[in-house]
């Protein structure tokens, strides 16, 4: 029954670790897609629904990674 139990463990604690650095490379690249966002779009006047939308969309991966985080930090 032991062994059961510690592979379950295992498997939950791979997880976590998973889940803990799936919501940081999701930071990572909500930062990378703010960036060149930025970089690109402050040129182009015309658009900038795209501009906005492309950083709504940038702050809604950080903010998807840092839940991920925040459940995987919680759930330890």
Same mark, same amino acid.
């Given at each position: ?8 463990? %295992?498997?939950? !604690?791979w #997880? ?12 990572? +690249? @909500?930062?990378l ?11 182009? %006047?015309?658009? !900038?629904v #795209? ?5 709504a969309?940038?702050a809604?991966v950080?903010? +998807? @990674? ?11």
């Amino acid at each position: 029954m032991a062994h059961g139990n510690e592979s379950s463990e %295992k498997r939950s !604690r791979w #997880l976590r670790r998973a889940a803990y650095w799936g919501g940081r490379l999701f930071q990572i +690249l @909500g930062l990378l897609l703010l960036w060149w966002i930025l970089l690109i779009f402050p040129t182009a %006047k015309d658009i !900038r629904v #795209l501009l906005y939308g492309g950083v709504a969309v940038a702050a809604a991966v950080f903010y +998807l @990674g840092w839940l991920v985080i925040r459940w995987a930090m919680k759930t330890a």
